[in-house]
Nanobody, 118 residues
Framework: VQVVESGGGLVPPGGSLTLSCVATGSRLDIYDMQWYRQAPGLPREVVATITGTKRTTYADSVKGRFTISRDYNKDAVYLQMNNLKPEDTAVYYC?????????????WGQGTQVAVSS
């Protein structure tokens, strides 16, 4: 399984960004797709999750500002981030869980940098 993120960048406080992630593999059946982030010196934390049944959950710190969505046909997940704050600065990672050729699998992307600064 390969997972590739895109869409990071530098934005001023209050700005918006949309991250994208696409997973590719053979006979891939994805259950959950998640966005994590890791700021310097801090542990990686889950930001948002979207399940195979379209249920979404968010970290308290991003509720009302971030929206996770998914294209089930393309095995893609997106993270719309609005009203960004300096504390949102981090490397954002996409994580998928599912099966490949019927075997349980999970995979991480390489990460995309988001920097919020004036």
């Amino acid at each position: 399984v390969q997972v590739v993120e895109s869409g990071g960048g530098l934005v001023p406080p209050g700005g918006s960004l949309t991250l994208s992630c696409v997973a590719t593999g053979s006979r891939l059946d994805i259950y959950d797709m998640q966005w994590y982030r890791q700021a310097p010196g801090l542990p990686r934390e889950v930001v948002a999750t979207i399940t195979g049944t379209k249920r979404t959950t968010y970290a308290d710190s991003v509720k009302g500002r971030f929206t996770i969505s998914r294209d089930y046909n393309k095995d893609a997940v997106y993270l719309q981030m609005n009203n960004l704050k300096p504390e949102d600065t981090a490397v954002y990672y996409c994580h998928i869980e599912g099966t490949e050729w019927g075997k349980r699998t999970d995979a991480w992307g390489q990460g995309t940098q988001v920097a919020v600064s004036s």
